[in-house]
């Protein structure tokens, strides 16, 4: 049960008293951290002692007197720790007025005891009047008048040399301006100017009082130095400062300050301005490696190509090896170019990543070879590739008619992993085409999934490849015989040729038989009869895949028809009182398709029969659970009711 406020207050100053340090977490903690918190209901346990009432109302007069006792305490456990300081800035703001101006004014004493090595108080307090400032509007903005106190501590604790009055802006992408930034919402690049002026007017003081080795020194200390390089593009320096800043590029290392830098002056000198570094880093004995990472972070086109075109071949190559691609707004003649350099280079997976959204423009012989080449020769490449960029390149494929069947059934049997993961829209056609037609190909890939029920121990006929590439071929084979739902015989309206069926499952089963693979090949012969589409309005199986499963009476193959039907029907939801409805629905679904067949094809009814009564046993289950769901609610609605009376 809850404890009246003033026992839970006198349990806070006893905490305060003897451990200050945790009292100050908890303290910290119980204050309002925005003005609209939310709190998340407690899992609690489905049986417990219902007869205990922990459900009391709070008003909010003990809501407010208790966040005032907290203020009081809070106060009384500070340290003069400069963190603690500065939450307490970031929690004053939902306080209510006379605990805000308590705590502001507490603040004002305390800072002067406070050791500011990391201005965090006054980076709190420059957040906390950037985000009212920039929403004066919003009916949760503290009005100027409230404002006034926390300028006041932001200017008694603005550091005092220039350095530190501007290289947090370099430490944050939006950083929080004081004055805030009155600009509509939305307007983002109207706001990154904005905030991009106020950068460019502070470095350009630290340049003029400090010069250009400062500037140095911070792109090694801020957070992001990609953003001070970019703004540092904007200032005009002389071209042996460039040159010093360009001995950076001398390392492995990945600097963006140096390559934000060349990206932004080269935007507002032209490529003219990087000919003429490049000369005089070259002047100076720059390696080719170095030279090559001038040109890396440049905008990339044709003009540029054909420039770097003209140096060395390692610079052609370090420059090809490690330039990121972004070709989307160059012409289909450059973007062609780029993607025939990068392949070049071993960078065909690269490649596919940047192409995938223009690749229409790309000729078919070119889009082949880049998926050739990605699939089948190692890259040291660190790039994550996703199934829709393979589906945007292949749904291109689909469409082009200069490109042979066989390389296409080479391109899908190569990428067989992506195109047949669960989800994927676009599946690998011309594969499961292959397996619906031919049962010499659909025992070729059985062979390298399943090890034959006669074959001696240690016996194989794949001795010429590794135990990694015999994994790789049947990972494969298990992708595309899990993926094929393609039934040999049935066209695309559905209609079954019943003697190609016959004949293809009759030749299938014959030739798996003589190899010791009978049992893998029924296991999919009965997945894929399952996969005839049902129709509500019409009798399912049709006749001729019951013929089938009646004639043949394989127990793999009743089994896995079985199996596959309920799967193919996934999960389900239902509301928490709902119980097995749709259990049952399905119960009388088959139930009804066994009625149908049960004269007829009484190998298939007894399937149907099974199936009705496992969804009868799921029903009765779920009953069960609706019905423990219910007495627990209704214990409660008790509770709560007695709770109520007495109250009353």
């Known amino acids: 049960t809850l404890a009246p406020l003033e026992e839970r207050i006198k349990v806070l100053k006893l905490i305060s008293k003897n451990t200050p340090e945790v009292a100050w977490t908890i303290l910290l903690r119980m204050l309002p951290s925005s003005s609209s918190d ?53 929690r004053s703001v939902n306080l209510l007025p006379d605990d805000r101006e308590k705590v502001l004014d507490f603040i004002v004493n305390a800072c002067p005891k406070v050791s500011h090595d990391n201005h965090a108080t006054w980076h709190s307090t420059r957040k906390v009047l950037h985000h009212h400032r920039s929403y004066p509007d919003t009916d949760w903005a503290l009005p100027e008048t409230i404002l006034k106190s926390y300028q006041e501590i932001y200017i008694m604790l603005e550091p005092k040399d220039n350095i530190g009055k501007v290289v947090w802006l370099f430490n944050e992408h939006w950083p929080a301006l004081p004055d805030g930034i009155m600009i509509e919402p939305r307007q983002y690049e109207k706001q990154e100017q904005f905030i991009r002026n106020k950068r460019i007017e502070g470095l350009t003081t630290i340049y003029r009082e400090n010069g250009l080795n400062k500037i140095v020194e911070l792109s090694n200390t801020v957070e992001n130095n990609g953003i001070l390089g970019d703004i540092l593009g904007n200032i005009e320096i002389t071209n042996e400062e460039s040159i010093l800043l360009c001995e950076s590029l001398k390392s492995d290392k990945e600097n963006w300050f140096i390559k934000s830098y060349l990206f932004r002056k080269a935007i507002i000198l032209g490529l003219e301005w990087i000919m003429q570094i490049y000369d005089e880093l070259d002047a100076l004995d720059f390696d080719d490696d170095s030279l090559a990472r001038l040109f890396v972070p440049l905008n990339q086109s044709q003009t540029l190509w054909d420039y770097i075109e003209s140096k060395s071949g390692n610079v052609i190559k370090g420059y090809w090896s490690n330039v990121y691609p972004q070709f989307d707004r160059l012409s289909s003649e450059e973007k062609t170019y780029g993607i025939t350099k990068l392949i070049e280079n071993n960078r065909s997976i690269r490649a596919i990543h940047t192409c995938s959204f223009y690749i229409e423009e790309l000729p078919s012989e070119l889009i082949v070879l880049m998926l050739q080449q990605a699939a089948t020769i190692k890259t040291d490449e660190n790039v994550q590739m996703i199934g829709s960029e393979f589906n945007r390149v292949f749904e291109e494929l689909d469409s082009r008619k200069d490109i042979a069947h066989s390389t296409l059934v080479q391109l899908e049997w190569l990428y067989l992993p992506v195109l047949a993961s669960y989800g994927n829209r ?34 194989s006929d794949e001795t010429d490849f590794t135990i990694e590439q015999l994994q790789n071929r049947a990972f494969f084979a298990y992708q595309l015989l899990n993926s094929w739902d393609r039934i040999p015989g049935v066209n695309e309206i559905g209609e079954i040729d019943f003697d190609h069926l016959e004949s293809w499952i009759g030749k299938s089963r014959e030739m798996a038989e003589k190899e010791g693979r009978l049992g893998p090949a029924d296991i999919h012969i009965g997945q894929m009869l399952s996969k005839y589409p049902e129709a509500p309005e019409k009798s399912w199986p049709p006749n001729e895949i019951c013929k089938i499963i009646q004639n043949i009476n394989s127990d793999t193959i009743n089994r896995n028809f079985s199996s596959a039907t309920f799967n ?22 088959f139930h009804k398709l066994f009625e149908q067949h049960r004269s007829e094809y009484p190998v298939v009814a007894r399937i149907l029969e099974n199936l009705a009564k496992s969804y009868l046993e799921d029903a009765k289950r779920m009953d069960e659970e609706a019905e423990r769901r ?6 409660k609605s008790t509770r709560l009711n007695s709770s109520h009376t007495v109250l009353s």
């Open 426 to 459: 676009n599946k690998p056609k011309r594969l499961h085409d292959e397996l619906s037609k031919s049962p010499e190909f659909f025992i070729e890939v059985l062979r390298l999934n399943y090890k034959s029920e006669i074959e001696e121990e240690g016996e």
């Open 38 to 90: 939310v709190a998340m209901p407690t899992h609690k346990t489905r049986w417990r002692m219902f007869e205990v009432e922990t459900d009391k109302p709070v008003l909010l007069n003990e809501i407010y007197k208790t966040y005032s006792e907290i203020v009081d305490l809070i106060i009384s456990v500070f340290d003069n720790s400069e963190l603690k300081l500065a939450a307490l800035v970031e």
């Open 568 to 589: 193919k029907r996934g999960g389900s939801t239902r509301g928490a009182f709902d119980g097995g409805d749709i259990e049952r629905r399905h119960a009388e679904y």
């Open 630 to 635: 219910k007495l627990e609610q209704d214990r």
